[in-house]
C-alpha cells in the first residue's frame, strides 16, 4: 500500500472528499457486503482491483487490490494470472471513460464496453473523479463503484440512475438493499 501512497497527491481528500485510507476502507466494506450477497453469480470470487482516476488531469491516482484474489492463472497468456488481468483491467476501464467522458461526455464505461476485445464495464464517474473496480461481473463491478462513488459522495442518486438506464445493470438493486442493510450507508462526504 505504500508503494501506491507514494504516487498519490497529498490534497486527494480535497480532490474527491474522502482520503485514500477512506476510499479503501469503504471499497473492502462494500466487497464485504457484496461477496456475502446469496445469489451472486460467480460466489467463488472474493476481490478485485479498484482504482481511482482524477478527471480534471486524467491521472490514476491510485490502483490498490481490495480483498483476495487467488493466483490461478488466467486463460489468457497475456495477463499471466488473474490478478494481473484485474489489475489491468481496471486501470483500462479508467482510462477509457475518461478518453470516452472528454470526447463524448460518456458516464460509465459501459458506453464504450466490447468484451469481445476484453473492455468491459465496471468504470463510473463522479464529480471529481472515476471510479473503476475489476475482478468481479460487469454488474458486480459496476455496482461496487456506484456504491463507493455514493459513500464518498461522488455519486448522485440521479447519477446511478443514468449509469443503470445506460447498463441495464441487474446486480446493483441488490447490492444498494444489501448494503443499506449493513448499517454503513452513510455518505462521508
Request: net charge negative.
Amino acid at each position: 500500500m505504500e508503494e501506491c501512497m507514494e504516487r498519490i497527491p497529498s490534497d486527494i481528500q480535497s480532490i474527491c472528499g474522502a482520503s485514500l485510507e477512506e476510499i479503501i476502507t469503504i471499497a473492502h466494506q462494500v466487497l464485504r457486503t457484496y461477496v456475502s450477497m446469496p445469489d451472486r453469480r460467480e460466489s467463488h470470487r472474493t476481490g478485485c482491483y479498484l482504482t481511482i482516476a482524477h478527471i480534471p488531469t486524467e491521472e490514476v491516482l491510485a490502483t490498490v487490490r481490495i480483498g483476495i484474489i487467488p493466483p490461478h492463472q488466467d486463460d489468457n497468456p497475456e495477463y499471466g494470472t488473474k490478478a494481473r488481468k484485474y489489475w489491468s483491467l481496471s486501470i483500462e476501464k479508467a482510462r477509457r471513460l475518461l478518453g470516452h467522458l472528454l470526447d463524448n461526455g460518456h458516464i460509465s464505461s459501459a458506453q464504450s464496453a466490447d468484451p469481445e476485445n476484453e473492455k468491459y464495464p465496471g468504470a463510473i464517474c463522479g464529480t471529481d473523479i472515476v471510479i473503476s473496480i475489476s475482478g468481479f461481473t460487469p454488474d458486480g463491478d459496476e455496482s461496487i463503484s456506484l456504491i463507493i462513488g455514493r459513500r464518498i459522495g461522488q455519486v448522485t442518486e440521479s447519477r446511478v440512475a443514468d449509469v443503470i438506464a445506460i447498463s441495464h445493470n441487474a446486480e446493483y438493486e441488490d447490492l444498494a438493499i444489501a448494503w443499506s442493510e449493513s448499517g454503513l450507508a452513510t455518505v462521508v462526504a
